[in-house]
């Protein structure tokens, strides 16, 4: 059998007295689409910030693609190529839109913390920023202050941001969240292609985004992944349709 | 746009580098070309000789300006305020300080020419020290430290008299080092365009160093640090290295520092210092390259050139500082860079009249404050230094109350009438931008 992408062994996480990550048993396979769903509160946030490094766990362990990762800080976890991106939009507001996509870019090219190197006159670099540009619809924004894009901009810079390093394990926090049917249309079509060949794992609220994306559904309900499965598996499940798909059918 | 990045025929892009090169190094070689000529213009023809007092203003200017930058390093560039900057310009100087009276003991190598090189590695190694301190935090808790190593710079220069000379401080002579030009530094002039050359040289590292990966990682960090770790990026480490490098530029300043006056007291690490950099970057403009520049300039010039003129020009500074932070937290190159998209649109003539409108009513509010600021510090300064007060041939008597109540009224009207007038140049001003659209936000 080969080694999941990301394989979670019995996280627990607790703030205070509160536990909000229960228990969390979980592989991605290499490759997958995997979507975590849940009603509001159930942590899949939290599991996202335990899984890079964000928030430190209380017990448990995480492996990424074999590589034991938990208690390494976030720069050390993406540097073993797992990148995330953020809910509320995380970006560099005062930068230019290029220059958030080829800061993205930076360490995966090798050039960590160089003083030496002008990047104006780093081509490739450049080129290849330039391109994920294009691939975002945003080269027409390319000098605009990325602080000053529109909404839905703003999300599709924070998905290439996450994607530009050419990190192999990507986690989505709710990628489409506030967006309308056209602009979620577009960024599922867009991570539907960045993320070809690599391994997804993407928080959702959007049922139709989840079915249209997803290999794989887990469910996370109270901390505690309570459905594990193929979309149409998941669909027919009745706890899940009871804590979960039931509210929204009803 | 998207053309214009991908030019087919090379020729074409070869020509367009050297356009462009030619374009980035002309400020550069305005500057240099100013900063050359300057002391000819004030040169004492009559007698033949050199304006001693400009030359000096000029070489603290020089000296102003690479500190100013360093400062900016952190505060504009990392998003760092550091309240002890000086601590390292200051331990360049007493570096320096130390390396000519080697050299005069006949066992310091290094010429003259590159003293500023070594008091820049001094000041890289004490900030390697307290940089590893002070970059484990960021935001407050930052400039709390870096406040605490100004404090235990001023301390240690008090209580360590081997090394900094106590209250007196170290005494050199510049002559000590031999010259690789063949220069003997006898005369301001000499010393002023060693600080032009090196002022140049750090500029330029500095402008370099914000096209780097570290530079845009340190304005990466400056906006969202968390993310700049879900890129790979260790902040603290970016942090700290921009600490190192700022503190190698600042200590560059204070090695010229200690070549001009040829002593360095504690006053070269002390609190004031650090505060005059602030003040510098603020007023000039922290979000531009050119704002300390441009800030070290005019507060130098206000301390050699006002302080000639008043007491109180501490006092006028602090207002400057107060008035920018409140009304132009960008700085006067910020100020100018918003006046941009109207000058690309042609539009600039539109706030000629609006811009003069505003001036009669400040011209009073300055008149009027400087007035009592005046009155006031003759009463209690200048009185005792038995001078008259003296404004346009009158004599007022300070112990009446009719120029209290003159200048007072010119205060009180002044102000009422600009804001009336700030009020209507705000709207002239909006509406210019609101004319402008989307476009005008580039």
């Given at each position: 059998m080969t080694v999941p992408s990301i394989h979670l062994r019995d996280l627990r996480k607790n703030f205070g007295a509160t536990e909000i990550i229960r228990g969390v048993t979980l592989d991605v396979a290499g490759g997958e689409r995997h979507a975590l769903i849940g009603p509001n509160g159930a942590g899949k946030t939290t599991l996202f910030d335990l899984i890079s490094g964000r928030l430190p766990l209380t017990a448990g362990e995480i492996f990424l693609?074999?590589?034991?990762?938990?208690?390494?800080?976030?720069?050390?976890?993406?540097?073993?190529?797992?990148?995330?991106?953020?809910?509320?939009?995380?970006?560099?507001?005062?930068?230019?839109?290029?220059?958030?996509?080829?800061?993205?870019?930076?360490?995966?090219?090798?050039?960590?913390?160089?003083?030496?190197?002008?990047?104006?006159?780093?081509?490739?670099?450049?080129?290849?920023a330039g391109r994920v540009l294009e691939e975002l619809n945003l080269s027409p924004r390319r000098n605009l202050q990325a602080g000053l894009l529109s909404y839905a901009e703003q999300r599709a810079l924070e998905i290439g941001m996450t994607i530009a390093?050419?990190?192999?394990?990507?986690?989505?926090?709710?990628?489409?969240?506030?967006?309308?049917?056209?602009?979620?249309?577009?960024?599922?079509?867009?991570?539907?292609?960045?993320?070809?060949?690599?391994?997804l794992l993407m928080v959702e609220h959007d049922m139709q985004v989840v079915f249209n994306l997803a290999d794989t559904i887990s469910v996370l309900v109270y901390g505690q992944v309570i459905a594990s499965g193929p979309p149409a598996t998941i669909r027919a499940n009745r706890a899940v349709q009871e804590a979960y798909l039931g509210a929204l059918a009803a | 746009m998207s053309d214009a990045t991908r030019p087919r025929d090379s020729a074409?892009?070869?020509?367009?580098?050297?356009?462009?090169?030619?374009?980035?190094?002309?400020?550069?070689?305005?500057?240099?070309?100013?900063?050359?000529?300057?002391?000819?213009?004030?040169?004492?023809?009559?007698?033949?000789?050199?304006?001693?007092?400009?030359?000096?203003?000029?070489?603290?200017?020089?000296?102003?300006?690479?500190?100013?930058?360093?400062?900016?390093?952190?505060?504009?560039?990392?998003?760092?305020?550091?309240?002890?900057?000086?601590?390292?310009?200051?331990?360049?100087?007493?570096?320096?300080?130390?390396?000519?009276?080697?050299?005069?003991?006949?066992?310091?190598?290094?010429?003259?020419?590159?003293?500023?090189?070594?008091?820049?590695?001094?000041?890289?190694?004490?900030?390697?020290?307290?940089?590893?301190?002070?970059?484990k935090q960021r935001s407050t808790a930052f400039a709390m430290i870096t406040f605490g190593i100004g404090q235990l710079m001023v301390t240690a220069a008090l209580m360590f008299q081997h090394f900094f000379g106590g209250e007196s401080g170290v005494s050199t002579d510049r002559q000590s080092a031999y010259s690789l030009l063949g220069i003997n530094y006898a005369q301001g002039l000499e010393v002023y365009y060693?600080?032009?050359?090196?002022?140049?040289?750090?500029?330029?590292?500095?402008?370099?160093?914000?096209?780097?990966?570290?530079?845009?990682?340190?304005?990466?960090?400056?906006?969202?640090?968390?993310?700049a770790q879900f890129m790979g990026y260790n902040p603290r480490m970016v942090r700290f290295?921009?600490?190192?490098?700022?503190?190698?530029?600042?200590g560059v300043g204070g090695?010229?520092?200690?070549?001009?006056?040829?002593?360095?007291?504690?006053?070269?690490?002390?609190?004031?210092?650090s505060g005059n950099a602030l003040l510098m970057a603020y007023i000039g403009g922290v979000g531009t390259f050119t704002g300390p520049v441009l800030g070290a300039v005019l507060i130098t010039a206000m301390q050699s050139g006002v302080s000639l003129m008043s007491n109180s020009w501490v006092i006028y500074v602090?207002?400057?500082?107060?008035?920018?932070?409140?009304?132009?937290?960008?700085?006067l190159t910020g100020i100018i860079k918003a006046h941009a998209p109207l000058a690309r649109a042609g539009r600039l003539g539109r706030l000629v009249v609006p811009y003069l409108r505003l001036t009669s009513p400040?011209?009073?509010?300055?008149?009027?404050?400087?007035?009592?600021?005046?009155?006031?510090?003759?009463?209690?300064?200048?009185?005792?230094?038995?001078?008259?007060?003296?404004?346009?041939?009158?004599?007022?008597?300070?112990?009446?109350?009719?120029?209290?109540?003159?200048?007072?009224?010119?205060?009180?009207i002044g102000a009422i009438w600009l804001r009336r007038e700030a009020r209507l140049f705000h709207r002239v001003w909006d509406t210019l931008m609101a004319d402008l659209g989307p476009a005008g936000n580039r």
């Open positions: 693609d074999g590589t034991r990762i938990d208690g390494l800080p976030p720069h050390r976890i993406n540097r073993l190529g797992l990148s995330r991106s953020f809910q509320i939009t995380s970006i560099f507001h005062r930068l230019s839109v290029f220059e958030n996509i080829r800061c993205s870019l930076l360490w995966n090219r090798g050039f960590r913390y160089s003083f030496w190197h002008s990047l104006g006159r780093e081509r490739s670099l450049n080129d290849e390093g050419g990190a192999n394990v990507i986690l989505l926090d709710e990628p489409t969240s506030g967006m309308s049917n056209t602009e979620t249309e577009f960024a599922v079509a867009l991570i539907r292609r960045v993320t070809q060949g690599k391994t | 074409l892009i070869a020509n367009r580098r050297r356009f462009q090169g030619l374009r980035a190094a002309s400020p550069w070689l305005a500057v240099l070309a100013v900063a050359v000529l300057l002391p000819w213009l004030f040169y004492d023809y009559a007698h033949g000789r050199q304006n001693s007092f400009m030359i000096s203003m000029f070489s603290q200017m020089g000296m102003m300006v690479i500190f100013a930058l360093a400062f900016n390093m952190l505060m504009g560039e990392a998003g760092l305020m550091s309240f002890g900057h000086a601590a390292f310009f200051g331990f360049g100087g007493y570096c320096v300080a130390h390396f000519l009276n080697a050299a005069a003991e006949g066992d310091f190598p290094v010429p003259l020419e590159l003293m500023p090189l070594a008091a820049g590695l001094s000041g890289l190694a004490l900030a390697i020290v307290f940089g590893a301190m002070a970059t060693l600080i032009v050359a090196w002022a140049l040289i750090a500029a330029l590292g500095m402008h370099y160093l914000t096209g780097t990966p570290l530079g845009r990682m340190a304005n990466a960090c400056r906006d969202n640090h968390e993310r290295l921009q600490f190192a490098l700022s503190g190698f530029f600042a090695g010229l520092y200690a070549i001009t006056y040829e002593i360095v007291t504690y006053d070269a690490v002390n609190l004031p210092l602090g207002v400057l500082f107060i008035i920018m932070v409140t009304f132009a937290p960008t700085g400040g011209l009073m509010v300055v008149l009027g404050f400087v007035g009592l600021v005046e009155m006031l510090s003759f009463l209690t300064i200048g009185a005792a230094e038995g001078k008259r007060f003296n404004v346009l041939g009158l004599s007022p008597n300070l112990h009446a109350s009719p120029p209290w109540l003159i200048t007072a009224a010119c205060l009180s």
